[in-house]
């Protein structure tokens, strides 16, 4: 299986690493040509455009201009794993994850980039912001969104051809899942759904349901999954399936109250 999830908003470039391997993102390419131009937007067009404050705005300006395409780690750079930090991140605890862990991952997990596309967990990126959902015009295309669209379709096929994934687990955000042509992807997708009980119904609690997802991207990476069927077994913090509201593509997961995370 090959599982894709999104990235978040804040980061973290500041906290020592013990790691030094790193990869290169597969669209490095079409992250540059986006760059270039992003580089042409005022302060103010990226504060209309991606709805931020004047200060995020000056930073994301100066970010889009300080981008290289070739960078290391260092200061400024790092492997996307560690390079993410809200709460899906936090409940996915990559840093204590063993080499064999990473290793896995890296073959297995695909974190959805607006600037990059698609993510390994090694590939090395820089701090930047770019929502997947920003309407800032590129090229004729509306967004990354609309930039992405066939690239990322394209590369994911690409993968889930040459490794033989049948299923593709969608852990990401509507939001980024919009940015693949879902009905020519090349497997079967299958979507989890995390539902709390609030008083006397189950809901998506937000906050909660992306922390069940960096919890499912762990299950899965530190117990070697291959077969989709086993991702029914999830049991940590307190979800168990449902299989009376899931269906052969949304699989319910369910919680009475919060438990404790693995």
Not at 214 to 237: C, H, K, P, Q, V
Request: charge should be neutral.
């Amino acid at each position: 299986m090959l599982v894709i999830v999104s990235p978040s908003k804040t980061l973290d470039f500041l906290t020592p690493l013990s790691i030094e391997t790193y990869t290169v993102p597969a669209l490095q390419n079409e992250a540059e040509e986006l760059i270039e131009s992003c580089r042409k937007l005022s302060c103010a067009d990226i504060q209309e455009f991606m709805g931020v404050s004047a200060k995020l705005a000056n930073l994301t300006y100066r970010r889009f201009q300080d981008w290289s395409k070739a960078c290391e780690p260092g200061v400024n750079a790092r492997q996307a794993l560690f390079a993410f930090s809200g709460k899906a991140y936090e409940s996915l605890h990559a840093r204590d994850f063993s080499e064999e862990d990473l290793v896995y991952a890296q073959d297995h997990l695909r974190i959805l980039s607006g600037l990059y596309g698609a993510l390994r967990p090694l590939d090395i990126i820089e701090p930047y912001r770019l929502d997947m959902g920003s309407r800032i015009p590129l090229g004729g295309k509306t967004g990354p969104c609309g930039f992405w669209k066939r690239a990322l379709t394209e590369h994911l096929n690409t993968e889930l051809a040459s490794h033989h994934y049948g299923t593709l687990i969608d852990l990401a955000s509507r939001e980024y899942f919009s940015a693949l042509r879902a009905e020519a992807v090349n497997a079967r997708i299958i979507q989890p759904i995390f539902m709390d009980r609030v008083r006397d119904e189950y809901r998506i609690v937000s906050f909660r349901a992306k922390q069940a997802r960096g919890l499912m991207s762990r299950y899965i990476i530190r117990n070697r999954l291959e077969d989709e069927t086993n991702l029914r077994r999830f049991d940590w913090a307190g979800y168990r399936y449902d299989v009376r509201r899931s269906d052969e593509y949304r699989w319910v997961f369910i919680r009475e109250a919060e438990g404790n995370p693995e």
